[in-house]
């Protein structure tokens, strides 16, 4: 019966008859016998996802949607896909490990504890428009744009003759002559 010793697994047997579980290998003495236990040492992998987003890995069962642990083999190779949720956006792996980088995949070595973090960033619609239709002037750019949290977007306006630039709305923010800029973007807001 082979019995791993804290921070080991066992690998497998060689020499054995039979192998009736895992843990226990069974000899038929009819002749010398060479048996070997192959133990190898496990390191912790902990996962944290920050932000509206999770982790799941391709062996070992990693699947969080805030932090979690998992043991893992020396050696084990674990990819890591970051899962984003609806309205956010994937920025980045950080820990080392062979996890960098904003590729949704990374591939960890397992071949010492791992602390591994997944950044995620909500995102946001910003909405501009003109008060009274296009008669007094324009908006640039003029469609919605989706942003990450924390995104200042700046506008050009470009009144015409006989108007002059004004902004109201929801995103808050500062016009300075014909160009304005919000707020940093925390919510889904306007720039009317």
């Known amino acids: 019966t082979a019995t791993p010793q804290p921070g080991n697994a066992l690998t497998g047997w060689t020499g054995?008859?039979?192998?009736?579980?895992?843990?226990?290998?069974?000899?038929?003495?009819d002749?010398?016998?060479?048996?070997?236990?192959?133990?190898?040492?496990?390191?912790?992998?902990?996962?944290?996802?920050?932000g509206p987003g999770s982790v799941t890995s391709n062996v070992g069962g990693v699947n969080c949607g805030a932090t979690c642990s998992a043991t893992f083999n020396?050696?084990?190779?674990?990819?890591?896909?970051?899962?984003?949720?609806?309205?956010?956006?994937?920025?980045g792996w950080s820990g080392g490990g062979g996890?960098?980088?904003?590729?949704?995949?990374?591939?960890?070595?397992?071949d010492q504890a791992r602390?591994?973090?997944?950044?995620?960033?909500?995102?946001?619609?910003?909405?501009?428009s003109v008060v009274g239709g296009t008669g007094g002037g324009t908006i640039t750019?003029?469609?919605?744009?989706?942003?990450?949290?924390?995104?200042q977007v700046v506008y050009?306006?470009?009144?015409?003759?006989?108007?002059?630039?004004?902004v109201a709305g929801t995103c808050g923010g500062v016009l300075s002559g014909n160009t304005f800029t919000t707020s940093a973007v925390a919510a889904d807001c306007t720039v009317v």
Do not use: E
């Not at 050009?156 to 004004?166: E, F, M, V």
């Open 16 to 29: 054995c008859t039979s192998n009736p579980t895992p843990t226990t290998c069974t000899v038929t003495m």
């Open 31 to 50: 002749q010398a016998r060479n048996v070997t236990a192959s133990f190898v040492p496990t390191f912790p992998l902990n996962v944290t996802a920050t």
């Open 74 to 91: 020396s050696g084990t190779l674990v990819t890591l896909t970051a899962n984003t949720s609806p309205n956010s956006v994937f920025t």
């Open 99 to 110: 996890c960098s980088g904003t590729a949704t995949t990374c591939t960890v070595t397992m």
């Open 115 to 128: 602390n591994i973090t997944a950044t995620f960033v909500p995102t946001y619609v910003v909405t501009p």
């Open 141 to 151: 750019p003029n469609t919605p744009s989706t942003v990450n949290s924390g995104t």
């Open 156 to 166: 050009t306006l470009s009144p015409t003759p006989g108007y002059r630039a004004q």
